[in-house]
């Protein structure tokens, strides 16, 4: 993810990081990007069942019982594997997590052996007296996703309403003192709300928002031909600069991300060349911290069957099952040729991704986006809008 506050606004300092000594254990959630022993925060999908049906899910989830997911137990003892493995953040996701009946409890073991517990949802369940108890239960944050404004969201999520019961599932997270967020997937057929979700942001005092870029994965992968043109994501993640920029002018601060494209970090720093050198090498020197694409080193994932993939998106490929070996000891594990090449990719990268000059900031960006349209893993990905020129081909 590329901090846009953080880098653009200038929010975050190189210091700020070297201050904890930049581990992942030690760094407060704003800063763990910057981590340098990159301990992975885990997506657990705890289960496949969602009350919508999103035309976009990576998980193909429907409202429907579900056979063979992880039980409480085996949860817990992966909840210890990834505490005692020193992953800094369990992240709930689903389906819809919320319809999981113990959730509560899933969460409450991780506080209890150390890790900050977070969820990615909906919103949609989430009632004053839920909130209640996610924050009694210490939740770190909720992350809900947002796909447009009412219309548009509500066509995405298939179901009139959705926008609207999110909303109330927001502010009830805010009245129970939960740090909520929402979760924004790009594309053709919502970047016209970009500025609508920027007013609504500031309008309901919300404050951070993560803006992805479309991978080409689940019931994602029908939607190849709605992603962003390379014209149009440098068109978004200008409009999502100016009004970050604005934000903070207005007096609120909010924290601002784009998640998916690593190239909209090298794109950040150009535009910080033109208008202010200075902020653009300090923001060169975080993005250096970041590390770029961290598929199989600094995010990982755990389906609800017990296996693991390399990120949330690559679920066509398992490298392993926790039923059978420890998360812990499955990521390790570089005898697997993909988990190995994701470690270290450089070397095997070819075309414009291996000639590029900022191969160390983005690290080759989305294996799995390039493998979804090439065939190869190892080739460029599709998604980045850089110019030949910008990334130093034609030096």
Not at 334 to 359: F, I, Q, T
Not at 365 to 393: H, K, M, Q, S
Request: hydrophobic residues 35%.
């Amino acid at each position: 993810m590329i901090g846009i506050s953080k880098l653009y606004c200038g929010t975050v300092e190189s210091s700020d990081v070297l201050r904890y000594g930049a581990r992942s254990k030690d760094l407060p959630s704003h800063l763990l990007q910057f981590s340098r022993d990159k301990k992975p925060v885990v997506v657990w999908n705890v289960g496949q069942r969602c009350n919508l049906r999103c035309v976009h899910c990576y998980a193909h989830s429907k409202d429907l019982e579900y056979s063979g997911e992880l039980t409480r137990d085996e949860g817990f003892r992966l909840i210890d594997d990834l505490a005692a493995f020193g992953a800094p953040v369990m992240l709930f996701s689903g389906g819809e997590p919320l319809m999981r009946p113990d959730i509560l409890e899933l969460i409450r073991h991780a506080r209890e052996r150390g890790m900050r517990a977070v969820i990615s949802t909906n919103g949609t369940l989430i009632t004053p007296d839920l909130a209640e108890k996610l924050k009694e239960f210490g939740l770190s944050y909720v992350g809900i996703s947002l796909d447009g404004l009412e219309e548009t969201n509500d066509h995405f999520r298939g179901m009139k309403g959705a926008f609207r019961m999110a909303l109330e599932g927001i502010r009830n997270c805010q009245v129970a003192g939960i740090k909520v967020g929402l979760r924004f997937t790009m594309n053709r057929r919502n970047v016209q709300d970009l500025n609508g979700i920027f007013d609504l942001l500031h309008e309901e005092r919300i404050p951070r928002i993560c803006f992805y870029h479309l991978v080409y994965a689940g019931r994602g992968t029908k939607l190849v031909k709605d992603a962003l043109t390379h014209e149009e994501s440098r068109a978004a993640v200008d409009l999502i600069m100016d009004r970050t920029a604005q934000l903070h002018r207005d007096g609120f601060p909010a924290e601002v991300l784009t998640v998916d494209n690593h190239c909209d970090g090298p794109y950040l720093y150009l535009r910080l060349l033109r208008e202010n050198p200075a902020r653009a090498e300090e923001a060169m020197r975080l993005l250096r911290m970041n590390g770029g694409n961290s598929s199989g080193i600094g995010i990982g994932c755990v389906s609800w069957d017990g296996e693991v993939y390399a990120d949330q998106f690559w679920r066509h490929y398992s490298l392993g099952n926790v039923r059978q070996r420890h998360f812990s000891e499955i990521w390790m594990d570089r005898s697997d040729p993909v988990m190995d090449g994701l470690k270290d990719r450089k070397k095997k990268l070819h075309g414009r991704c291996a000639a590029c000059k900022y191969l160390d900031i983005c690290n080759g960006n989305f294996r799995v986006r390039a493998e979804a349209v090439t065939g190869d893993i190892w080739a460029p990905d599709p998604a980045c809008y850089l110019t030949d020129a910008e990334i130093g081909l034609e030096e």
